[in-house]
């Protein structure tokens, strides 16, 4: 008996690990896009002529040494989100890198080569200001981090701290700055706000206090951006109210307070409101920084100034200028400006720091997108060419973080889209028909097929015969071409015209919006990015919501996408109408929206143009429609009794529901109020709209049928313990219908906690949680069924359901953290369902949601065998094989996106997070295509085997019966 | 399976012992929870080893996480590694590479700062079959993401039970009238008496009679029958 369990479930198992991915499959239907975020910090590596380094430290926390020539990854790594692993500051010396984070926390020294650690060091808590590579007699040592009260040294070498000293008067003087000339000496530059600035003087080999002394400044609130160490330690600072630059030299001691000089005599001025910045270089941190500098008098005016004998004098003056930065290369120093040449492209140009002489023929080109954002920051990349003249190559960073790589003479030599390495939302949208495929499909159309007698349609049958054999000719010819042509110049560049549906519907429109307010529009296949729009002026906190409010389906109307676009703070919101093929945004009025928005609802209504309602509920909960036409009011007139919608306020811990009224006002007719005293609502789910359930019931093991509840209306609210102690945190789940407000089923998690990630589909909730007693992840699953019978066989309706539904449950223990959920998707629903599992490791999991059954015995019997049944264990099994991205990891995977293809077996499956990934699954293996090794020789060979031996065979019979006439 | 069934008896079976261990672990190296007390941040230190590949070939691609992507470290040139700043409490350490396969450690950290290793066990949380530390953590090889495809062979075409039932048949119906002399008259006999044996009602008509007259028909103009075709083969002879 034993055995025979044993065996089944090893059969079993077997037959479940279907979605594997087989070697050959490499890359043929997936790909991964790796992105690092907005760029903080970003060093060339010009320790040798022929490096290709390009170290970023980024805002997302990450670390990583791109391929100055290609812009792809040498090595990445990811650190913590949130403060403790920002990056605070890059330093570079050598092969190495010293990098700050955490706040000041921690320490590291990357070997930039291999891309592994050197060492780590922890330094002392306290915030972090300022970071400083050390120089003793033309050689850095050291390193030099100023915290708020404390300064310390450290060797660079090892890592080991040489020295930590408080600061004096740390309670009042704000110490912002850290300079070394490599005279055996550290300043470190404080100021007290309107008062005076403080300057402390540290020597390097005890941190010994030689000198410290304020100087008299009562304009001064900041000293940094408005205040730079030029020359041989003179410390510089502009003020716009007076409209002067200050100079103090820091080891001087005779004189005690600063010189100014009112700008004016220079014949210049601050534009009033624009703080002004100094830009100083220093490019051996054991040397006194150049006495050229930089100053920006407002955001597009740069003036390269000259500090000589205590007089500053005007190098060169660029006017309008927007970017200005300065490169070193061996001991040249050089100035790269960017300035604006036309509306749609900017010009760089090169011009020595000595001399402000412009270098010859070194001009860049910079196309501007016409859809993108403006240059904000400007990496410049100098070498010493053979006839020993300055090249160099430009990064630009654009308010839309893209970084384009430049070289003379405006070559691009590669772009990245940062953007996307903070997608927030995503949808897949249907390639259009190409124009034959639609003459095809419009052949179908009920209106000709009635209009038309019998002769119009068998001509244009043939016509469009016709069209698809010519189609296939211009194909056939088209290879023909291609084929005689040098295979690296045939490359297979995808454009928005050539793209249209495929066969199986497999390829589609990836539109991904990013938090930065870029929308991007990427070719499911190939992840090609085929538009993208920057949205200008969306703050920082905003929320989106993407809508497809038509798809392609409707030609000739072009598809529409609704972007709601809601700020955070205020609720405030936005729309914004895009054709999700061509990005282009449409003419469509879109309705003002001057209250804040609580709740949108896409209505399965549709207006003439075949665009499906959006109704966007205010916070008084009035209801506004888009679009607003005649006929679209007209229908909600008429349907409003059968809309509902609710609404969730977590901070006070209330689900209500509403019903629309004739006149688009709203009535309450539930609340749910859940005590925020004792937990608080986490998330609320309903059902995919686009779900589909193919069978209605199980088919038991005596042949009987258990019928699933399948409420439309269901939605899984989530709720968390406010009370954090591990013995009394808990996590509940409350299933509630979303017309009526009835509570179908209620279960609390005892010794739980969130994080909380939660699938609801079908009949069933799947939901992970942090057990806090056990301390591992366990998954739960919920199943609800209506039991034997179906209460009405014909419609779902939640107003009429006397009989609540039997409730199933069973938890499993989950051998990993999970960082998201979610289940494939399929066209019809027959395929069975698998869940994608995302775990920090950034591999995804897909679990056959067999193993997730809450009817799985503890004890077999020979029914359960017969349904197919996994005996119960309670551990989930992980399997390599499983992994559906195997080595092509993502990192801080933050969603998944299922959506259904053409083919019943396949789902296709994009993961967003740092990364992104595209793939398909197969839940149930290819079972409606040939397999991918599917052996075409063997049948063929076969087939005219059989063939041959028939002939001869019948030859043979022939020769035989003749013989045996003649006997 | 027997894994699993046994892991189910040993979870019903321990069901209770799990309040009574759980008191002891809760002592001992105290729970996540003692994080909150505002403590001392302790180092996780260990070592990472893949035999036969060169350090430099997967440290930047690999990660140390420790409970989830709670604490992160990074692998040295060396392969050794730290976790710096985590507060006492007991943590599943894993070091993550898409190359190479390593087993998680679970850490146990005392509010004092006494560190331990044991290794993961989900079932029972509170066993401790200990790891040395600091943390020695060996690559159990390289992942095995992808499935083998099924290669098509003559040997396993041979041995699929299909086509042995087929061929096996066949070889008998070919070679057995070839070893048994059917011209022996005695032999005959005692043929058609087994085959009488087989045949317990003589009423029924034989399905392999119908099946040969239905097929003889078309081919041969010959008598048919199935005397005929046993007739032939004499004649030929």
């Not at chain 1, 969730?648 to 529901?657: F, I, N, P, T, Y």
């Not at chain 2, 850490?107 to 943390?135: C, F, H, W």
Request: hydrophobic share 40%.
């Amino acid at each position: 008996m034993a055995w025979l369990v044993v065996r089944l479930a090893i059969s079993m198992s077997l037959l479940y690990a279907a979605s594997a991915v087989f070697e050959d499959q490499v890359g043929k239907f997936d790909w991964r896009q790796q992105f690092i975020g907005k760029v903080r910090f970003a060093l060339f590596d010009t320790h040798s002529q022929a490096s290709k380094k390009l170290l970023v430290a980024t805002e997302q926390n990450v670390f990583a040494s791109l391929n100055s020539r290609t812009g792809d990854l040498f090595w990445r790594h990811v650190d913590k989100t949130g403060p403790e692993g920002h990056i605070d500051a890059l330093l570079m010396y050598g092969q190495d890198a010293v990098v700050v984070v955490g706040n000041g926390r921690l320490l590291r020294s990357w070997e930039t080569t291999v891309g592994g650690l050197k060492w780590e060091t922890v330094l002392d808590t306290g915030s972090f200001q300022a970071a400083a590579l050390v120089g003793v007699q033309d050689l850095v040592k050291y390193a030099a981090v100023l915290k708020k009260s404390a300064i310390s040294l450290h060797d660079l070498s090892s890592g080991s701290e040489i020295w930590v000293e408080n600061l004096p008067d740390s309670d009042s003087v704000q110490y912002q700055t850290i300079y070394s000339g490599g005279n055996g000496l550290v300043f470190v530059l404080g100021v007290v706000p309107n008062s005076h600035i403080v300057i402390v003087e540290y020597k390097i080999e005890d941190g010994e206090i030689m000198n410290k002394k304020s100087v008299e400044a009562a304009w001064m609130s900041s000293l940094e951006s408005s205040c730079a160490v030029v020359s041989s330690g003179i410390l510089l600072c502009v003020d716009q109210i007076t409209q002067s630059l200050y100079t103090l030299p820091l080891q001087s001691a005779e004189q005690t307070e600063m010189r100014q000089i009112h700008l004016q005599t220079l014949d210049l001025e601050v534009v009033s409101g624009f703080r002004p910045v100094l830009t100083s270089t220093q490019p051996n941190p054991a040397q006194p920084p150049l006495s050229e500098f930089f100053l920006q008098l407002s955001p597009d005016h740069h003036i390269l100034l000259q500090f000589k004998d205590g007089l500053i004098a005007p190098l060169r003056d660029f006017n309008p200028s927007y970017l200005a930065a300065f490169a070193t290369s061996g001991e040249r120093t050089v100035a790269a400006v960017m300035s604006p040449k036309n509306d749609t492209a900017c010009s760089i140009n090169l011009f020595s720091a000595d001399t402000g002489r412009r270098h010859l023929d070194t001009t860049i080109i910079y196309h501007m997108d016409p859809n993108g954002g403006k240059p904000n920051r400007l990496y410049v990349h100098a070498f010493l060419k053979k006839d020993d003249s300055v090249g160099y190559r430009v990064m630009v960073q654009t308010e839309d973080l893209t970084l384009t790589f430049l070289q003379q003479p405006g070559r691009v030599v590669w772009m990245r889209e940062e953007a996307l390495a903070d997608v927030v939302t995503m949808e897949m949208v249907d390639l259009p028909f190409t124009g034959t495929q639609a003459e095809l499909e419009g052949e179908f159309g009920k209106k000709a097929a009635i209009q038309d007698g019998l002769l119009p349609m068998v001509l244009k049958r043939l016509s469009s015969q016709f069209i698809l054999l010519q189609a296939w000719l211009a194909h056939l010819w088209k290879l023909f071409y291609d084929a005689r042509k040098p295979r690296s110049s045939v490359k297979n560049e995808v454009t928005i015209d050539i793209l249209s549906r495929d066969e199986f519907n497999l390829q589609k429109m990836m539109l991904m919006v990013t938090a930065s307010g870029k929308l991007f529009g990427i070719d499911s296949k190939s992840g090609t990015i085929l538009w993208k729009q920057y949205l200008e002026n969306i703050q920082p906190n905003s929320v989106f919501k993407l809508i497809v409010q038509r798809t392609t389906a409707h030609f000739p109307h072009p598809p529409q996408c609704t972007l709601l676009i809601k700020n955070k703070d205020t609720g405030l919101g936005s729309l914004y109408v895009f054709n999700p093929i061509f990005g282009k945004k449409s003419q469509i009025s879109v309705p003002a929206l001057p209250r804040p928005v609580l709740q949108t609802l896409l209505l399965p209504v549709i207006d003439q143009d075949y665009a499906k309602v959006l109704l966007l509920i205010d916070d008084q909960y009035k209801v506004t429609a888009f679009p607003s036409t005649k006929n679209v009011l007209q229908q909600l007139q008429d349907t409003a009794s059968s809309i509902f919608f609710y609404l969730v306020d977590s901070s006070q811990g209330k689900l209500s529901g509403f019903r629309l009224r004739k006149d688009l006002s709203t009535e309450l007719i539930w609340e749910v109020v859940i005590p925020t005293e004792v937990q608080k609502i986490v998330a609320v789910k309903g059902k995919r709209a686009n779900e589909h359930v193919h069978s209605q019931g199980r088919v038991m093991g005596d042949r009987s049928v258990l019928y699933k509840y399948l409420n439309p209306n269901l939605l899984a609210v989530i709720t968390e313990s406010t009370d954090a102690h591990p013995e009394r945190s808990f996590v509940g789940i409350i299933l509630i219908d979303g017309v009526t407000g009835r509570i179908v089923h209620e279960a609390v998690q005892r010794k739980a906690r969130g994080p909380v990630h939660f699938v609801h589909s079908e009949n069933w909730v799947v939901y992970v949680y942090w057990n806090s007693k056990f301390r591992r992840n366990e998954f739960s699953v919920l199943e609800l069924f209506e039991g034997a019978e179906l209460y009405n066989t014909t419609v779902f309706s939640s107003l009429d359901r006397p009989h609540p539904p039997q409730v199933l449950q069973q938890s499993y223990i989950f051998p990993a953290p999970i960082n998201t959920l979610e289940a494939t998707l399929t066209e019809k629903g027959i395929t069975s369902r698998h869940l994608l599992v995302g775990l920090p490791s950034g591999n995804i999991l897909s679990l056959p949601k067999l193993f997730l059954d809450p009817r799985r015995p503890e004890v077999v019997s020979e029914q359960s065998r017969e349904e197919n049944l996994i005996p119960y264990a309670p551990e989930m099994p992980i399997r390599e094989e499983w992994f559906i991205n195997y080595n092509q990891t993502v990192s801080r995977i933050r969603g998944i996106y299922t959506a259904p293809s053409g083919l019943e077996s396949t789902c296709l499956v994009v993961a967003y997070g740092l990364d992104i990934y595209q793939s398909r699954v197969f839940p149930s293996k290819q079972f409606d295509v040939l397999k991918d090794d599917y052996d075409y020789i063997l049948i063929s060979s076969v087939l005219f085997g059989l063939f041959f031996a028939t002939m001869i065979s019948k030859r043979l019979a022939e020769v035989k019966l003749l013989n045996r006439a003649w006997r | 399976m027997q894994q699993m069934k046994r892991l189910l008896v040993v979870y019903v079976a321990l069901q209770a012992l799990f309040a009574l261990s759980w008191c002891f672990s809760d002592a001992e190296p105290g729970p996540a929870a003692g994080s909150q007390s505002n403590g001392d941040r302790f180092k996780i230190e260990g070592r990472a080893i893949v035999p036969g590949v060169k350090t430099q070939d997967w440290i930047s691609t690999a990660r140390i996480l420790v409970e989830g992507e709670e604490y992160v470290g990074f692998l040295k040139t060396d392969g050794s590694f730290a976790v710096n700043d985590v507060p006492s409490g007991s943590y599943v350490v894993e070091i993550v590479s898409p190359s190479f396969r390593f087993d998680p450690v679970r850490v146990d950290i005392t509010s004092k700062g006494k560190m331990r290793a044991r290794l993961v066990n989900y079932i029972k949380t509170s066993e401790v079959i200990r790891q040395p530390y600091p943390l020695q953590i060996r690559s159990s090889g390289p992942h095995t993401y992808f499935m083998k495809r099924e290669t098509w062979g003559w040997t396993d075409f041979l041995m699929n039970p299909m086509v042995m039932m087929m061929v096996l048949p066949l070889l008998i119906i070919v070679l057995l009238p070839k070893v048994v002399n059917t011209n022996d008259p005695e032999m005959r006999k005692e043929m058609e008496q087994s085959m009488n044996m087989l045949n317990p009602n003589p009423e029924l008509p034989d399905v392999s009679e119908f099946m040969t007259k239905l097929f003889s028909k078309g081919s041969s103009k010959s008598s048919g029958g199935n005397k005929g075709s046993r007739s032939v083969a004499p004649k030929r002879r």
